[in-house]
């Protein structure tokens, strides 16, 4: 198992940027294919973006958020970043991370997931 645990959330003005992380720990192995989601209240949990296993060579993004959020990961520090710039109020929203041996993409079916960190966007 892996247990993960989301940091990097804030406060900021529309056109702004934060970077959000996610420490993994337990099994930490490169295996796994890990995720970022955000939920808004009152609507559903929406894949972000996605990195493939090992060297996260393969990535996926939502098309809403592609050219302005880059997803990472560092295996040697077992921690998942996503870099987000360019921040609308709409993208106000919880964020988590998710991981799991079986790459779902922007799928909600990870086996693992954080407690999210509140990213809050303001106009």
């Known amino acids: 198992q892996v247990q993960l645990v989301e940091s990097g959330g804030g406060s900021v003005q529309s056109g702004g940027s934060l970077r959000l992380s996610c420490a993994a720990s337990?099994?930490?192995?490169?295996?796994?294919?890990m995720a970022w989601f955000r939920q808004a209240p009152g609507k559903e949990r929406e894949g972000v973006a996605s990195?493939?296993?090992?060297?996260?060579?393969?990535?996926a993004s939502a098309d809403s958020v592609k050219d302005r959020f880059t997803i990472s990961r560092d295996n040697d520090k077992n921690t998942l970043y996503l870099q987000m710039s360019n921040l609308e109020p709409e993208e106000t929203a919880m964020y988590y991370c998710?991981?799991?041996?079986?790459?779902?993409?922007?799928?909600?079916?990870?086996?693992?997931w954080g407690q999210g960190t509140q990213v809050t966007v303001s106009s």
């Open positions: 337990g099994d930490t192995s490169s295996r796994y294919y």
């Open positions: 990195i493939d296993s090992g060297d996260g060579g393969l990535t």
């Open positions: 998710a991981a799991g041996t079986i790459n779902w993409w922007l799928l909600p079916k990870y086996s693992y």
